[in-house]
């Protein structure tokens, strides 16, 4: 049996407007992950990401480099529950509304 992971991520740098959430989204379904990722209005990504927990952290550190075009600075990780999937409707990965 695999571990499990939730984790919740907010990513700052130029990473709106650069297809981070499309890349954040493609990767995340490649891997088999749930969860959700979105604009933030102070210009940040957030994203939940759930599944395996390798799968988890490997995209973790795939988001402190991003797609083509975007400049990281920053990377804030921290535990997160089953719970915080709930903005998903189903089991897969959704790119959400700005908040």
Do not use: K
């Amino acid at each position: 049996m695999t571990d499990m992971l939730v984790i919740h991520l907010r990513v700052a740098g130029l990473v709106q407007g650069v297809g981070f959430r499309h890349w954040t989204a493609r990767e995340a379904r490649a891997r088999g992950l749930s969860g959700y990722v979105r604009n933030r209005h102070d210009g940040s990504v957030e994203a939940v990401f759930s599944g395996d927990a390798d799968a988890v952290s490997a995209l973790a550190e795939a988001c402190g480099r991003g797609p083509y075009g975007s400049r990281v600075e920053r990377v804030d990780v921290r535990p997160a529950r089953e719970e915080d999937l709930g903005l998903v409707r189903d089991d897969g990965f959704a790119i959400l509304p700005t908040v």
